[in-house]
T-cell receptor, first 113, second 109 residues
Framework: SAVISQKPSRDICQRGTSLTIQCQVDSQVTMMFWYRQQPGQSLTLIATANQGSEATYESGFVIDKFPISRPNLTFSTLTVSNMSPEDSSIYLC??????????FGPGTRLTVT | RKEVEQDPGPFNVPEGATVAFNCTYSNSASQSFFWYRQDCRKEPKLLMSVYSSGNEDGRFTAQLNRASQYISLLIRDSKLSDSATYLCVVNTGFQKLVFGTGTRLLVSP
């Protein structure tokens, strides 16, 4: 399985500001995924990021709020824009394995005050 | 109806016990199925894939019933280290995974 790192591991931010989360994979992958896990909840897919094309967002998530970059096959960023306390969550990136399973980064724990 | 449903638990069992988790999914076109384990404040980690013929990995056995849209995970001889949340995960197509809310397991001495 791929080795995935995320930066930052955690952050505390003020409402109205933005945070960019980085995801780095140790091998080239076509698709990368961004998830959110709110406190006490399971994972919800935010968007799928393909290199060279715009990200595909799930219902309830919009590009203006969660812009994503995918400049190459090993890296992606997710920005949480104009944050509010409701954005306090763990944000995780993932990549697909050989049999459509996914492997996750360690997550970014975001607290918005 | 949720796409993937699990009993949230918690399941409290003593060491050495056998425990079973169940999961149902709503999309009959779902293509592949997985159990993940998530420890507190950690990312989910793949425990095992679930095949139509059933599969076993040590103390863990997973089974799939496509007709009933039902997935199960059996853990034998529970260890303290098995305490975690177990997530039922379904691939609904286009590599999209849908996660259940998870079943929490607490194994006590």
């Amino acid at each position: 399985s791929a080795v995935i790192s995320q930066k930052p591991s955690r952050d505390i931010c003020q409402r109205g500001t933005s945070l960019t989360i980085q995801c780095q994979v140790d091998s080239q992958v076509t698709m990368m995924f961004w998830y959110r896990q709110q406190p006490g909840q399971s994972l919800t897919l935010i968007a799928t990021a393909n290199q060279g094309s715009e990200a595909t967002y799930e219902s309830g998530f919009v590009i203006d709020k969660f812009p994503i970059s995918r400049p190459n096959l090993t890296f992606s960023t997710l920005t949480v824009s104009n944050m509010s306390p409701e954005d306090s969550s763990i944000y995780l990136c993932s990549v697909t394995g050989q049999y459509y399973e996914q492997y996750f980064g360690p997550g970014t724990r975001l607290t918005v005050t | 109806r949720k796409e993937v449903e699990q009993d949230p638990g918690p399941f409290n069992v003593p060491e050495g016990a056998t425990v079973a988790f169940n999961c149902t999914y709503s999309n009959s076109a779902s293509q592949s199925f997985f159990w993940y384990r998530q420890d507190c404040r950690k990312e989910p980690k793949l425990l095992m894939s679930v095949y139509s013929s059933g599969n076993e990995d040590g103390r863990f056995t997973a089974q799939l019933n496509r007709a009933s849209q039902y997935i199960s995970l059996l853990i034998r001889d529970s260890k303290l280290s098995d305490s975690a949340t177990y997530l039922c995960v379904v691939n609904t197509g286009f590599q999209k995974l849908v996660f259940g809310t998870g079943t929490r397991l607490l194994v006590s001495p």
